[in-house]
């Protein structure tokens, strides 16, 4: 068993720990940390230092729905031998974070706004003061919707954003108008805390391998799934219907035109050329509007870029490691008054140099998300 520590625990109803398994080592020297948020719930989250004396900073994972800490192990000991210090969370509602609803296998949240109040209690209670900065987002699907509207909104506490398969916008429901309307009708009617139609306590990272919309790799698609079944109800199943209901709310506002032009943050979204449950079009015409992104599309890769086959991963990492952690001219020049317009600048430039082509020229006359 890794060597881990524990920093204050104070929850009473899902305990402070991680649970390794034979194909799912976890990296050594792991504290963890009981998180509280300001509305009082209780958040698992975890950190790690690199083996270098001089960290290059740190990378905070921003996970999707229905993930766990546990799930990014094979990442998290990728990342400290780049040089990185890592910290991880469950948000709430999911791994072994706190729950609002009685069964803790359904994935639930009342909005999208509470997501906040999770990654400011991190941000407050361990990046600040336990991890050297700067420090940088890389953020999965859920998460990565999350950070992009918290750069809008200008509250997102890192440097620079990478993420995944952004929840721009779904593509595994057919009829997206009519889900939204039949989630709002059934939230209105007192159903919100129930499964969605057809949902149920079964994690998606348990279901079989066949068909499966994340990733094309058996092998770690398999470790996902012993580390799902290690955590017990930390898995989650299927979502509320509030929890639907919020997200649809939340997508609305990635349709305006103006709102990737208003992240000014360092952003590279990585889409996947194959995905089932985002909709990689919506993504790559919002990324066109970023003044200081770009969106690389990577052939072949479903949802979990991070979980797919060896040669797939290999271009994320390409493209993270070009990205990551920027010019340290970038970073001296953050304490300038023209701190935005040189991380802008640099952004651009590192992107347009590391081999890799944006998914969509970059264009102000792109046009609107549909949903």
């Not at 918290?150 to 595994?172: D, K, Q």
Request: charge should be negative; hydrophobic fraction near 45%; charged fraction near 25%.
């Amino acid at each position: 068993m890794p060597y881990m520590k524990s920093l204050d625990p104070c929850s009473e109803t899902l305990p402070v720990q991680l649970a390794p398994t034979p194909n799912n080592p976890m990296p050594d020297e792991a504290t963890l940390v009981s998180v509280r948020t300001k509305d009082g719930l209780t958040l698992r989250a975890a950190f790690w230092m690199p083996a270098s004396e001089a960290p290059k900073g740190t990378v905070c994972i921003l996970q999707g729905r229905a993930e766990f800490i546990e799930k990014y192990f094979e990442v998290i000991g990728e990342l400290l031998d780049r040089g990185f210090a890592v910290a991880a969370f469950d948000w709430r509602g999911q791994g072994l974070s706190d729950r609002q609803v009685k069964n803790p296998r359904k994935g639930h949240v009342r909005r999208f706004a509470d997501y906040r109040h999770d990654l400011e209690a991190v941000r407050d209670q361990v990046l600040l003061p336990h991890l050297p900065e700067p420090h940088f987002a890389l953020a999965h699907s859920m998460g990565g919707a999350i950070a992009l509207s918290a750069a809008y909104e200008s509250w997102l506490p890192f440097r620079r954003l990478v993420t995944t398969t952004p929840m721009i916008a779904l593509s595994m429901i057919r009829s997206v108008r009519t889900a939204v309307v039949v989630a709002r009708l059934m939230r209105w009617l007192g159903f919100g805390r129930a499964f969605v139609p057809g949902g149920g306590e079964t994690s998606i990272s348990t279901k079989p391998f066949k068909g499966n919309r994340l990733t094309s790799d058996p092998e770690r698609y398999a470790r996902n799934a012993e580390a799902a079944s290690a955590i017990g109800a930390g898995a989650i199943g299927a979502p509320t219907v509030a929890w639907l209901d919020s997200a649809f709310r939340f997508m609305k506002g990635f349709t305006d035109p103006a709102y990737a032009l208003k992240i000014r943050l360092p952003t590279l979204i990585l889409a996947a050329g194959a995905d089932p449950v985002c909709a990689t079009p919506a993504t790559e015409r919002f990324a066109s509007r970023l003044k200081a992104g770009h969106a690389i599309v990577i052939p072949g890769a479903r949802h979990e870029v991070m979980m797919e086959r060896d040669d797939i991963r290999e271009q994320f990492w390409a493209a993270f490691d070009a990205f990551i952690p920027g010019s340290p001219d970038a970073v001296a020049a953050l304490e300038s008054v023209e701190e935005v317009e040189v991380e802008q600048a640099l952004a651009a430039e590192e992107l347009d140099g590391s081999g890799m082509d944006p998914a969509v020229p970059r264009r102000d006359d792109a046009p609107a998300l549909s949903g």
